[in-house]
Protein backbone atom coordinates (compact mmCIF):
# COMPACT_ATOMS: atom_id res chain seq x y z
CA UNK A 1 0.00 0.00 0.00
CA UNK A 2 2.71 2.79 0.57
CA UNK A 3 3.84 1.59 -2.92
CA UNK A 4 0.89 2.57 -4.22
CA UNK A 5 0.56 5.88 -2.66
CA UNK A 6 3.80 7.21 -3.69
CA UNK A 7 2.65 8.31 -6.81
CA UNK A 8 0.24 10.54 -5.49
CA UNK A 9 2.54 12.24 -3.01
CA UNK A 10 4.63 13.13 -5.79
CA UNK A 11 2.21 14.81 -7.92
CA UNK A 12 1.37 16.78 -4.57
CA UNK A 13 3.64 19.26 -5.51
CA UNK A 14 2.12 20.22 -8.64
CA UNK A 15 0.18 23.24 -7.15
CA UNK A 16 1.91 26.40 -5.68
CA UNK A 17 3.54 26.66 -2.61
CA UNK A 18 1.71 28.19 0.53
CA UNK A 19 3.72 29.93 2.77
CA UNK A 20 3.29 29.30 6.64
CA UNK A 21 1.28 32.41 7.60
CA UNK A 22 1.08 32.20 11.84
CA UNK A 23 -0.40 29.77 14.77
CA UNK A 24 -3.06 31.65 15.98
CA UNK A 25 -3.88 30.94 19.72
CA UNK A 26 -7.01 31.59 21.76
CA UNK A 27 -5.56 33.77 25.41
CA UNK A 28 -6.93 34.82 28.41
CA UNK A 29 -4.21 37.92 28.41
CA UNK A 30 -2.68 38.57 25.16
CA UNK A 31 -0.30 40.49 26.07
CA UNK A 32 1.05 38.77 29.15
CA UNK A 33 1.07 35.91 26.47
CA UNK A 34 3.18 37.88 24.05
CA UNK A 35 5.44 39.25 26.89
CA UNK A 36 6.36 35.45 27.55
CA UNK A 37 6.91 34.31 24.22
CA UNK A 38 9.35 36.89 23.39
CA UNK A 39 11.19 37.03 26.82
CA UNK A 40 11.92 33.88 27.07
CA UNK A 41 12.34 32.37 23.56
CA UNK A 42 13.91 33.79 20.27
CA UNK A 43 10.90 36.28 18.94
CA UNK A 44 9.62 39.36 18.77
CA UNK A 45 6.75 41.60 19.43
CA UNK A 46 5.32 43.29 16.16
CA UNK A 47 2.22 44.97 14.87
CA UNK A 48 0.21 42.85 12.49
CA UNK A 49 -0.95 45.21 9.71
CA UNK A 50 -1.98 47.76 11.91
CA UNK A 51 -4.46 45.45 13.55
CA UNK A 52 -3.40 44.12 16.41
CA UNK A 53 -0.20 43.18 18.73
CA UNK A 54 1.48 39.73 17.77
CA UNK A 55 4.74 37.83 18.54
CA UNK A 56 6.90 37.66 15.33
CA UNK A 57 9.61 34.27 14.87
CA UNK A 58 11.07 32.83 11.73
CA UNK A 59 9.14 34.74 9.60
CA UNK A 60 5.94 32.99 11.16
CA UNK A 61 3.42 35.17 13.46
CA UNK A 62 1.80 33.88 16.54
CA UNK A 63 -1.40 35.63 16.87
CA UNK A 64 -3.85 36.19 19.34
CA UNK A 65 -7.38 36.46 20.27
CA UNK A 66 -8.81 37.40 23.62
CA UNK A 67 -10.72 35.07 25.51
CA UNK A 68 -13.11 35.79 28.70
CA UNK A 69 -12.29 32.21 29.81
CA UNK A 70 -9.39 30.61 29.72
CA UNK A 71 -9.56 27.89 26.35
CA UNK A 72 -9.09 23.93 25.94
CA UNK A 73 -5.57 23.08 26.49
CA UNK A 74 -6.32 19.46 26.52
CA UNK A 75 -4.63 17.47 23.63
CA UNK A 76 -8.22 16.33 22.17
CA UNK A 77 -7.80 18.57 18.74
CA UNK A 78 -5.30 17.60 16.01
CA UNK A 79 -3.16 20.34 17.18
CA UNK A 80 -0.24 19.47 19.54
CA UNK A 81 1.98 21.92 20.08
CA UNK A 82 4.47 24.09 18.72
CA UNK A 83 7.93 24.03 18.52
CA UNK A 84 11.13 26.33 18.83
CA UNK A 85 15.08 24.87 18.67
CA UNK A 86 16.82 24.30 22.33
CA UNK A 87 20.62 24.64 20.59
CA UNK A 88 22.64 22.46 20.86
CA UNK A 89 23.38 22.10 24.46
CA UNK A 90 19.87 21.51 25.68
CA UNK A 91 20.48 21.01 28.98
CA UNK A 92 22.19 24.07 29.38
CA UNK A 93 18.75 26.01 27.40
CA UNK A 94 16.75 23.71 29.98
CA UNK A 95 18.74 25.30 32.74
CA UNK A 96 18.14 28.73 32.17
CA UNK A 97 14.56 28.26 31.18
CA UNK A 98 14.12 27.06 35.00
CA UNK A 99 15.93 30.01 36.24
CA UNK A 100 13.79 32.28 34.71
CA UNK A 101 10.80 30.86 36.36
CA UNK A 102 9.50 28.68 33.14
CA UNK A 103 7.20 25.67 33.98
CA UNK A 104 7.13 22.70 31.94
CA UNK A 105 4.46 20.26 31.26
CA UNK A 106 7.25 17.31 30.54
CA UNK A 107 10.62 17.17 32.10
CA UNK A 108 13.83 17.52 29.39
CA UNK A 109 13.86 14.22 28.32
CA UNK A 110 16.00 11.86 26.35
CA UNK A 111 14.88 10.71 23.36
CA UNK A 112 16.50 7.90 23.45
CA UNK A 113 15.80 7.07 26.85
CA UNK A 114 14.23 3.30 26.43
CA UNK A 115 12.36 3.33 29.35
CA UNK A 116 14.33 1.44 31.26
CA UNK A 117 15.58 3.85 33.94
CA UNK A 118 19.09 3.98 32.34
CA UNK A 119 18.71 6.89 30.72
CA UNK A 120 19.85 7.60 26.80
CA UNK A 121 23.50 8.80 24.97
CA UNK A 122 22.36 12.14 25.03
CA UNK A 123 22.27 13.24 21.34
CA UNK A 124 18.54 14.47 21.63
CA UNK A 125 16.95 16.05 24.02
CA UNK A 126 12.95 17.46 24.40
CA UNK A 127 10.78 19.02 26.91
CA UNK A 128 7.36 20.59 26.96
CA UNK A 129 6.97 24.28 28.13
CA UNK A 130 3.41 24.76 30.06
CA UNK A 131 3.34 28.05 28.10
CA UNK A 132 0.41 30.77 28.65
CA UNK A 133 -3.32 29.12 28.75
CA UNK A 134 -1.30 25.81 28.84
CA UNK A 135 -0.51 26.23 25.16
CA UNK A 136 1.90 23.85 25.03
CA UNK A 137 5.81 24.20 23.49
CA UNK A 138 8.01 21.99 22.44
CA UNK A 139 12.10 22.74 23.22
CA UNK A 140 14.55 20.14 21.63
CA UNK A 141 17.96 19.95 20.49
CA UNK A 142 18.81 21.12 17.27
CA UNK A 143 22.22 20.10 15.46
CA UNK A 144 22.62 23.62 14.09
CA UNK A 145 22.19 24.99 17.23
CA UNK A 146 19.68 27.25 16.23
CA UNK A 147 16.66 28.50 18.48
CA UNK A 148 14.24 29.39 15.84
CA UNK A 149 10.49 28.61 15.77
CA UNK A 150 10.82 25.21 14.15
CA UNK A 151 7.52 23.28 14.03
CA UNK A 152 4.46 22.62 14.56
CA UNK A 153 3.53 19.09 15.79
CA UNK A 154 -0.38 17.72 14.39
CA UNK A 155 -2.00 14.55 15.50
CA UNK A 156 -4.19 12.26 12.81
CA UNK A 157 -6.50 9.20 12.89
CA UNK A 158 -4.46 8.43 9.77
CA UNK A 159 -1.01 10.17 9.68
CA UNK A 160 -0.23 9.15 5.51
CA UNK A 161 -3.65 10.64 4.60
CA UNK A 162 -3.42 14.23 6.13
CA UNK A 163 0.20 14.50 4.77
CA UNK A 164 -1.03 14.04 1.79
CA UNK A 165 -4.00 16.83 1.86
CA UNK A 166 -1.49 19.53 3.00
CA UNK A 167 0.71 18.04 0.15
CA UNK A 168 -1.66 17.92 -2.59
CA UNK A 169 -4.04 21.45 -1.44
CA UNK A 170 -0.69 23.81 0.04
CA UNK A 171 2.32 22.03 -1.77
CA UNK A 172 4.00 21.37 1.31
CA UNK A 173 7.16 18.79 0.88
CA UNK A 174 8.10 15.70 2.29
CA UNK A 175 11.13 14.95 3.93
CA UNK A 176 12.74 12.09 3.24
CA UNK A 177 12.76 10.01 -0.68
CA UNK A 178 11.85 6.43 0.51
CA UNK A 179 8.31 4.66 1.18
CA UNK A 180 5.98 6.07 3.42
CA UNK A 181 5.66 3.04 6.00
CA UNK A 182 2.41 2.07 7.73
CA UNK A 183 3.64 0.11 10.04
CA UNK A 184 2.65 0.35 13.84
CA UNK A 185 5.32 1.70 16.28
CA UNK A 186 5.51 2.20 20.07
CA UNK A 187 8.00 3.78 22.28
CA UNK A 188 7.37 3.56 25.53
CA UNK A 189 3.67 2.78 25.49
CA UNK A 190 2.95 5.61 22.87
CA UNK A 191 2.81 5.10 19.02
CA UNK A 192 4.60 6.94 17.21
CA UNK A 193 4.41 5.52 13.85
CA UNK A 194 3.41 5.83 10.86
CA UNK A 195 4.04 9.32 10.91
CA UNK A 196 4.55 11.64 8.52
CA UNK A 197 7.40 15.00 8.24
CA UNK A 198 6.71 17.70 6.34
CA UNK A 199 8.45 21.33 5.26
CA UNK A 200 6.41 24.61 4.03
CA UNK A 201 9.39 27.09 4.41
CA UNK A 202 11.45 26.90 7.57
CA UNK A 203 8.82 25.08 9.47
CA UNK A 204 8.45 21.48 9.92
CA UNK A 205 5.06 20.51 10.08
CA UNK A 206 5.04 16.52 11.68
CA UNK A 207 1.86 14.56 11.87
CA UNK A 208 1.59 11.92 14.17
CA UNK A 209 -1.44 9.24 15.19
CA UNK A 210 -3.43 10.06 17.35
CA UNK A 211 -2.58 6.61 19.28
CA UNK A 212 0.18 8.67 21.47
CA UNK A 213 -2.04 11.47 22.72
CA UNK A 214 -4.35 8.69 23.89
CA UNK A 215 -1.87 6.88 25.55
CA UNK A 216 -0.10 10.02 26.86
CA UNK A 217 -3.23 12.03 28.50
CA UNK A 218 -5.73 9.02 29.04
CA UNK A 219 -7.60 10.82 32.08
CA UNK A 220 -8.69 13.42 29.08
CA UNK A 221 -9.42 10.82 26.05
CA UNK A 222 -11.73 8.55 28.76
CA UNK A 223 -15.41 8.08 27.26
CA UNK A 224 -14.01 9.72 23.96
CA UNK A 225 -13.19 8.09 20.54
CA UNK A 226 -12.64 10.53 18.13
CA UNK A 227 -10.25 14.05 17.63
CA UNK A 228 -12.67 17.34 18.21
CA UNK A 229 -12.51 20.62 16.34
CA UNK A 230 -9.15 22.51 17.07
CA UNK A 231 -11.49 25.86 17.41
CA UNK A 232 -11.94 26.71 20.93
CA UNK A 233 -8.57 25.31 21.82
CA UNK A 234 -5.52 27.41 23.05
CA UNK A 235 -4.11 26.12 19.53
CA UNK A 236 -6.76 27.20 17.75
CA UNK A 237 -5.89 27.68 14.03
CA UNK A 238 -3.29 27.75 11.54
CA UNK A 239 -2.70 30.05 8.81
CA UNK A 240 -1.68 29.72 5.23
CA UNK A 241 -0.85 32.17 2.87
CA UNK A 242 -1.77 32.12 -0.84
CA UNK A 243 -1.32 34.49 -3.58
CA UNK A 244 -4.97 34.63 -5.05
CA UNK A 245 -7.50 33.99 -1.88
CA UNK A 246 -10.55 33.32 -4.73
CA UNK A 247 -8.90 31.60 -7.13
CA UNK A 248 -7.49 28.81 -4.44
CA UNK A 249 -10.75 28.68 -3.04
CA UNK A 250 -11.96 27.82 -6.11
CA UNK A 251 -9.66 24.96 -6.55
CA UNK A 252 -10.55 23.73 -2.79
CA UNK A 253 -14.25 23.56 -3.39
CA UNK A 254 -13.51 21.06 -6.91
CA UNK A 255 -11.43 19.40 -5.07
CA UNK A 256 -14.09 18.99 -2.05
CA UNK A 257 -12.43 20.31 0.84
CA UNK A 258 -15.17 22.27 3.52
CA UNK A 259 -14.95 25.93 2.82
CA UNK A 260 -16.18 27.17 7.05
CA UNK A 261 -15.94 30.67 6.52
CA UNK A 262 -16.25 32.76 3.29
CA UNK A 263 -13.94 35.20 2.17
CA UNK A 264 -13.68 38.49 4.78
CA UNK A 265 -11.80 41.34 3.56
CA UNK A 266 -9.84 44.00 6.24
CA UNK A 267 -6.99 46.20 6.52
CA UNK A 268 -8.56 48.84 3.63
CA UNK A 269 -8.56 45.26 1.53
CA UNK A 270 -5.04 44.43 1.68
CA UNK A 271 -5.38 41.16 3.71
CA UNK A 272 -8.44 38.60 2.35
CA UNK A 273 -8.97 35.51 4.70
CA UNK A 274 -11.31 31.96 4.86
CA UNK A 275 -11.35 29.39 7.05
CA UNK A 276 -11.38 25.80 5.67
CA UNK A 277 -11.70 22.53 7.56
CA UNK A 278 -8.17 20.45 7.49
CA UNK A 279 -8.13 16.74 8.41
CA UNK A 280 -8.97 15.46 12.13
CA UNK A 281 -10.62 19.14 12.21
CA UNK A 282 -7.71 21.12 11.89
CA UNK A 283 -9.32 24.50 11.55
CA UNK A 284 -6.99 26.50 8.98
CA UNK A 285 -7.24 30.33 7.94
CA UNK A 286 -6.45 30.80 4.41
CA UNK A 287 -5.04 34.42 3.71
CA UNK A 288 -3.65 36.61 0.69
CA UNK A 289 -2.18 39.28 2.96
CA UNK A 290 -0.87 42.08 1.00
CA UNK A 291 0.23 44.24 4.18
CA UNK A 292 3.58 44.92 4.84
CA UNK A 293 6.14 42.34 7.01
CA UNK A 294 8.10 43.20 9.33
Not at 6 to 28: E, K, Y
Amino acid sequence: MALALLPLLAGAQDQPPARFHHVHLNSTDPAAAIDFYTSRLEAGKRSFAGLMDGVFANNVWLLFTKVATPPKWEITSGIWHIGWGGGADMKDTYQKQLDRGTKFFTPLTDLSDQCDGKGGNGRFLFAYIDGPDHALTELNTTAAGNFRFGHVHLLSEDPIAAAEWYMKHFGLKRRGSGPISREIRHRCGRQTAPAVSMMIDDVNLIIYPVGNAKAAFPDVWKGRTAIESSQGHALDHLGFAVENLDQTLDRLRAAGVKVLAEPRSIAGGKLKYAFLEGPDLVRIEVLEDNTARP
